[in-house]
């Protein structure tokens, strides 16, 4: 059995091997994240990434595009009209000298043979078709090690830098903002990053014959629950659907904001609760994305302890305290319906230095967080805010010892992603912070 490294460890290999102009063959199971690594050296090497699943790809025509095309003299000639993400990645190749951009060619082995065959050598000829790459153009590939694969020779494997990679925590939380849940989940539960499908054992199974049940409890003692055949038509939790999950729960308002629409919709949501998860409606749309793993089970798990936590809140202890600093109201508009970071950070950029220092301070009581209903927004802004603020001012200072010190006036997801935050202003602060709501 071949030795998988994480992506932390892989990725420096990975750099030596593209400044070197070699070609890396990320080997893994299919959603465990290569995509999102191969996208986040794009920031390393401060270029971009062109990506092109080849699986996708019906012929080898779609991927060279040589064919034979006639002049206006009748002559025959071979011409090659490569796939347009190649193209692109040639054209951007040769107007940007001083990059390295990056072709990825991901699942190249999940295609037909010619079409793999084809890809095999870009690396040595440095050509598709007609058309030579540029010499700064850099390829990585990406393929599955298990499953319905085209099988490679040593000639053709020897063109490539061979790593067989596993996903790793801190890499899966370091190149994205997870939703709340899901990070507070992936940090009790480290494991849960590539979670066994399972379930409960059939009926069946429990009521065999007397004859049989000798064999079975001696042979086979059943837990709680099986692991699932790989072979039934089940989601999985892997990096990639977490993802997915993570989006849809942000999209569903379930972000940890503790606003009033957050609590009626997981009031609806657990209407329905009895003593089995899998029959609850919030669990079968968790499941949807990640299957019946420990994952799924631990995730609605969590999410359940935090709606009874918001049950039996004192709301008296929830009255704003901050409401002197509330911003202007198309602030407070504008982060309800940002969509995404940039658009936080586009608001940043407009912001005075005082608005978004109140702004900050005000963020940091639940209340406010309550009243923007949007969590991812307000991560965001409270990552990305201080970047753009040279001091706290004995004010601001002022003003956050209204708060710290009761955990329950805290936006405690807003106040972790401040301390998160690499900005110089944060270095004076930080140990402040920490230290009064470490008192509470």
Do not use: C
Not at 59 to 82: C, I, N
Not at 194 to 221: I, R, V
Not at 358 to 386: G, I, Y
Request: no cysteine; proline share 4%; hydrophobic share 40%.
């Amino acid at each position: 059995m071949k030795s998988a490294l994480t992506f932390a460890q892989a990725q420096p290999f990975i750099e030596a091997d593209l400044r070197a102009g070699q070609t890396p063959a990320l080997m893994g199971p299919a959603g465990i994240g290569k995509s999102s690594l191969t996208e986040n050296l794009s920031r390393v090497f401060k270029t971009k990434v062109f990506t092109l699943p080849v699986n996708q790809l019906a012929d080898r025509a779609d991927l060279t595009g040589v064919r034979m095309t006639q002049s206006k003299s009748g002559t025959w000639r071979q011409e090659a009209f490569p796939h347009s993400i190649i193209m692109e990645a040639i054209e951007y190749a040769a107007d940007h000298s001083d990059e390295h951009p990056i072709l990825f060619l991901d699942e190249f082995n999940r295609a037909s043979s010619d079409i793999t065959s084809s890809i095999l050598s870009f690396q040595t000829l440095r050509r598709i078709g007609t058309i030579d790459f540029p010499e700064n153009l850099r390829m990585i590939v990406a393929g599955n090690d298990k499953g319905n694969v085209t099988s490679l020779d040593e000639a053709s494997i020897s063109r490539f830098s061979i790593y067989h990679v596993r996903p790793d925590l801190d890499t899966f939380l370091s190149i994205q903002r997870l939703n709340p849940f899901i990070t507070d989940v992936l940090t009790k539960y480290p494991e849960d990053l590539m979670a066994m499908e399972m379930m409960e054992p059939s009926a069946k199974e429990s009521d065999d014959d007397d004859d049989d049940d000798d064999s079975d409890s001696e042979g086979h003692a059943f837990s709680e629950f099986e692991f699932m055949a790989e072979d039934t038509f089940t989601q999985v939790t892997r990096p990639r659907t977490i993802s997915y999950a993570s989006e849809w729960l942000n999209n569903m308002g379930l972000d940890k904001s503790g606003s009033d629409k957050e609590r009626e919709l997981l009031g609806s949501l657990f209407s329905d609760m009895t003593e089995s998860n899998e029959s609850n409606v919030l669990f079968v749309g968790i499941e949807a994305h990640v299957g019946n793993t420990t994952f799924a089970h631990h995730l609605f798990d969590e999410i359940n302890t935090y709606f009874n936590s918001i049950l039996t809140a004192n709301h008296v202890s929830n009255q704003p305290v901050l409401s002197s600093l509330r911003p202007k109201q198309d602030i407070i508009n504008t982060l309800s319906r940002a969509k995404n970071v940039p658009d936080v950070e586009q608001m940043i950029d407009t912001m005075t230095e005082k608005d978004r220092l109140d702004t900050l301070v005000w963020l940091t009581e639940m209340a406010s967080t309550k009243e923007v209903n949007n969590n991812q927004a307000v991560v965001a802004f409270m990552a990305n805010a201080p970047h753009h603020i040279t001091q706290f001012d004995n004010k601001a200072i002022a003003n956050l010892m209204k708060v710290l010190p009761d955990s329950s006036k805290v936006a405690q997801n807003a106040v972790q992603a401040l301390l998160s935050s690499s900005a110089p202003v944060m270095n004076q602060w930080k140990g402040m912070i920490q230290s009064v709501m470490e008192q509470d």
